[in-house]
């Protein structure tokens, strides 16, 4: 259903690979709620996905090719956006993440460090890049609002996420930091929001993924959100409704994150007279 949130406003939406992709299902639920959309991702994600299926069905969306961690790249983006846009963005999904580490099986006490680097700069720099090319283009609208996606593991250990927790804890260090300039300067918010493990074709790709999405869904009295629901939460994000919120880091995880322990799992470690 369309209340048109995001009617007039105009987007730049990045990490769409495929329909499994919550950047996918952003694009499209931004689009049904009446914002005008601009696509990109990397030149070898966009060969890897399925992106021009998606620009077909939000209105035949511009695709820009970006690597988020090339300077020259992230001001072309923003160039033709606003040329496109006939102005500025009001809106700016960050959904993008990656570890080599992860991909090749290291594990966290043997990680390669120069993949170590690249994690954090595809994962979590980039958002500081992409945010300080905006900034310099002045790209955002006043009272716009980014938002980026990230994982419980940037506070709690999760063994398996390796060195991507350590990304999404200086993603969400940057979305803060930059909150603070972007707001005193331009009204702009920025925020972060944790979402539930997702079956996404990146997530899939971390180590006892099954194990992750079956225990979060035990320790969730709601229940993991999925892709869609999280897509309603970027909406909203992204709309006039939440003018005010900003630098915060949005649990969005049916309440895993807030639980101690729930009686399905007591019940599983209960030991039977």
Known sequence: MSNQLLKGKKGIISGA????????????KAYEQGAEIVLTNAPIAMRMGEINELS?????????????????DLDNLFTKSMEHFGGKADFILHSIGMSPNVRKGKHYTEV?????????????????KMLATAWKKDAINDWGSVVALTYIAAQRIFPDYNDMADAK?????????????YGTAKKVRINTISQSPTVTTAGSGVKGFDGFINYSEAMSPLGNADANACADYCVAMFSDLTRYVTMQNLFHDGGFSITGVTQEVVEKFATKE
């Open 17 to 28: 690979l495929n329909n499994m992709s919550i950047a996918w299902k952003v694009a499209e």
């Open 56 to 72: 077909a069905k939000i209105g035949n969306a511009p695709i820009i090719a970006a690597d988020a961690t090339n300077m020259e």
């Open 169 to 181: 804890s200086l993603l969400e260090s940057i979305a803060r930091s930059f909150g603070y300039h």
């Open 112 to 128: 390669n460090y120069e993949w170590y680097k690249q994690t954090l700069d595809v994962s979590a720099t980039s958002l500081h």
